[in-house]
């Protein structure tokens, strides 16, 4: 009976895999073959063209796997992000364009190619109007990474900043909160000595919700040295660890003797 069962288990996996359409299997073996390529020879144009074409396979787990390697892959070394960002860029605006496929995919791995993404600012700004939350935080995150290039969207990112609508995005309160916290991160890394951003997330840290306490102190370990201001506000909360640690990691960053 157990034989049988795993039987039946193998021939639905096949038949899903049939239905995703393409080789999925075999194309996640050759993409991880041509990220490992890639990771030592960052201009081995072969394995990228291989790469760039599965962003546009019949298969969507293919397409998103595609787009996933070069987000990792520009994330992880400097080298091989300048080296494939001339071809990636242009390949993934085109996916960041999609509608209801793997353009989330697409808008996350173009801000991780930081100020290289430059040109896909203005396809960017146009997801922060897009009626899908998902869609506007992950632009929102991509735009402060590509930095001072995304000045002409902080104006958007400003208003998202100060929407206290609780209901925004037919979301709940948290939701709203963490689009708000989003652009003042993307804000303050465009903008470095912009203070209303800061000031949002240093006034946060004292709100009654633990989760938005939480929020504001991951969003400023993360700013890194841009949130040096903020670091007597979060080591007055002696007892919360994640406070110190964010508190330790901004001036290890900023090179502040402890």
């Known amino acids: 009976m157990k034989r049988f069962s795993m039987k039946r288990a193998f021939v639905f996996i096949a038949i899903v895999l049939a239905?995703?359409?393409?080789?999925?299997?075999?194309?996640?073996?050759?993409?991880?073959?041509?990220?490992?390529?890639?990771?030592?020879?960052?201009?081995d144009s072969q394995s990228l063209d291989f790469i760039l074409r599965k962003l546009n396979d019949v298969s969507k787990i293919t397409r998103n796997s595609a787009a996933a390697i070069l987000r990792v892959l520009a994330a992880a070394d400097p080298n091989v992000r300048s080296a494939i960002a001339p071809k990636s860029i242009p390949a993934l605006i085109e996916v960041a364009q999609r509608q209801d496929d793997n353009e989330q995919q697409g808008i996350s791995a173009l801000g991780e190619f930081r100020e290289l993404g430059a040109p896909a600012v203005p396809t960017l700004i146009k997801r922060l109007s897009d009626p899908s939350f998902p869609n506007v935080d992950y632009a929102t995150e991509a735009l402060g990474k590509i930095g001072p290039a995304s000045i002409p969207a902080v104006p958007i990112l400003r208003r998202q900043l100060r929407n206290t609508d609780p209901n925004a995005y037919e979301f709940q309160l948290w939701v709203t909160i963490q689009l708000r916290v989003q652009s003042a991160v993307a804000i303050r890394r465009i903008v470095p000595d912009d203070r209303e951003s800061l000031d949002y997330l240093i006034e946060l840290l004292s709100s009654s919700d633990p989760r938005f306490r939480l929020q504001a102190i991951m969003a400023?370990?993360?700013?890194?040295?841009?949130?040096l201001p903020a670091v007597p506000a979060l080591e007055s909360y002696r007892e919360d660890e994640n406070a110190r640690n964010a508190a330790w990691t901004i001036k290890e960053e900023a090179g502040v003797p402890r």
């Open 19 to 43: 239905a995703c359409g393409g080789d999925v299997v075999g194309d996640s073996v050759k993409l991880g073959d041509a990220e490992a390529r890639l990771r030592k020879d960052p201009h």
């Open 220 to 227: 400023l370990q993360d700013l890194g040295k841009l949130a």
